[in-house]
């Protein structure tokens, strides 16, 4: 709900400078709503060090901070690979959904449907189960670490999603389109090269964008089957701190770090869907 | 062979000014083309010379655009013969082939199609640099003389979302043009436009005629299907009713149908009459009429 009154604010935010030119950037600054509230923290902090009141659950706060941070690392690393490997096998997939064999189509239809609706949690309980611990290869083995199988477990439901996506935006460009390259003497696969693609990119970036920022909220799921990462070392803290305030705290900054990392994401997305609705195609 | 009796805006030329001997560089016989049960075409005749501007006229639905889209290989008929130049089209089977054809015939959209992902400039040289591997300098100086000609050489940075309808409409006639075709078919490119823009996309039109350009045109101006074109077809229900000189189709119509259509063409809501010395009247004109 903090996030619609923000993003409800932007447009506003935006026209400001043109509106009232007159303003000091100074006094502009200080209504800034971000500013303001790290103005606030920053006095409270400083107000506890000079009285030495620090509550204590702040202090061990401020202890684990480094280790969480390290935490959110991993779960970054996670979502990125994740959605690198969904992303390829997707539009691999997504280009077969339009082959013109029909077997192919029905089998990628049932990938697609079948990875989109499963549960996140549960697609990761199936990959770290399915897959060995460790891989025999002639005289080598290899660990096949908890992390790895985390982000397969991911890709799986990306490559779905970016499949469709594909799929979606190769359709969504209108058959005139087509039919103009064709007029022009354009061969099939000079007209997917030059025209389809790339109105394509564009179309997708904003869907697959919420699809990273989706996909980095689950990797809070990868702790249940072992890897250490931020939810993982917030239970670590909890249980060594054994304070119901720390625990509450510890976790009201968990949702702080994913929003600070998320919440950009999405910004950046309706900044380019904005875009694209004012100059972008229309055809 | 290049025209140079042109007759000035308004007048038709007379049968006998277009030599009897030259080969069409169209030639449609006896075209049938239905999709599924929906006979559109039914036994199409149309003959276009080098150099000759030809309409075709008739009401909605009656298969006009289909018989542009028959001539470049978009459309296949299921019986007849259509030639281009020395190309038998109603055989070409191979993409290949199509491209071969389709490299001499520019077509252009009622909707435009321009590409929106290109600028103006874009949307011109990437055919003739890609698909007829032009040097890209030269396309590019060539692309500069087309938008000169069509008067938008200003807007060369500019994306199609930004220009207005007839701006888009001289943008994708410039595209064709590109191309360097040997014929031009026209797809009622004036009926997406507000009547402000028809003006300026005509005097393209206009031009090019002049120029000698092979044009045939598929439209609903009628008044300027009759200056402009040396001949025109009249087709109704997918058959061609009459053709002849646009002088004698538009002055003393021969079939009473012909006769009908041209009336309530021309009788309802008459359209102001474009000539290159007369402009379009400015909207700020129009609202002093009001």
Redesign the interface.
Known sequence: MANDAVLGRAPARRAAPGAAPGLPAAWRLVGNPWLITLAAALAVVAAWQATGTTPRAVASLWQWLPALLRGLWVNIEISVLAVALGTAVGLVFGALSLSPVHAVRVAVRCYVQAFRNAPILVLIYFTTYVFPFEMHLVQWTFPFPDWVKVVLGLALPTSANVAEIFRGAIQSIPA??W??????????G?IFR??VL??CV?RMLPPWMNLYASITMSTSLASLVGVHDVVDTAQIASNTVARTDFTILVYFTLLALFFAYCYPIARATRALERRQAT????? | MKRDDIPLAGLAPAADTVTPAAAPLVHLQDVHLSFGDNAVLKGIDVQVRRGEAVSIIGPSGSGKSTVLRCITGLLRPQRGEIVVGDTLVHTLHTEAALIALRKRVGFVFQQYNLFPHLTVLENLVIAPTRVVGRDRAEARNEARALLDKVRLSHKENAYPGELSGGQQQRVAIARALAMRPELILFDEVTSALDPETVGEVLTVIRDLVKDGMTCVLVTHEMRFAEEVSDRVYFTEAGRIVEHGPAAQIFGDPRSPRTREFLQRALGEGPRTRETPASPPLAFNQLRFAL
Do not use: D, K, M, N
Not at chain 1, 179 to 188: G, K, Y
């Open positions: 005139a389109q039919e103009a390259a064709q007029s022009l003497a354009f061969r099939r000079q030059w025209v790339p109105q564009r100059t972008g195609p229309t055809p």
